[in-house]
């Protein structure tokens, strides 16, 4: 698999399907499903934590962490790709490009949903 995603923070000009059209870009309703809500229960967490901890301070970052793990299931693991370090060689392994996409799906459907594209 040729790396798509070069590094962890992405902006696409196109939409995920698009962007991935040399790799299996179905996606099943069930997917769409999870991967809305992962990113959902992330977006709480984070507003969560802006209430009752001071942004950007060790404990926020670590709670941060801690939460956002507890978000992942057997299907998706949103919380660790948005809590992971990745170094250069780590992004271009499939299971991080995977997971890298799934993130982008999963933001490209909340933006979608609500209106924002």
Do not use: C
Not at 21 to 26: P, T
């Amino acid at each position: 698999m040729n790396a798509l995603y070069k590094h962890v923070v992405s902006m696409y000009r196109k939409d995920p399907f698009e962007m991935n059209s040399g790799i299996d870009s179905e996606i099943s309703l069930e997917k769409v499903e999870q991967l809305m809500m992962s990113r959902y229960k992330a977006l709480l967490v984070l507003d969560s934590l802006a209430a009752t901890h001071q942004k950007n301070s060790e404990d926020y970052r670590e709670e941060l962490r801690k939460r956002l793990l507890k978000i992942d299931n057997d299907e998706q693991k949103l919380g660790s790709i948005f809590t992971g370090q990745f170094h250069a060689q780590a992004i271009k392994t499939e299971k991080v490009q995977l997971d890298l996409l799934d993130d982008n799906w999963s933001h490209f459907l909340l933006r979608l949903a609500y209106g924002w594209l």
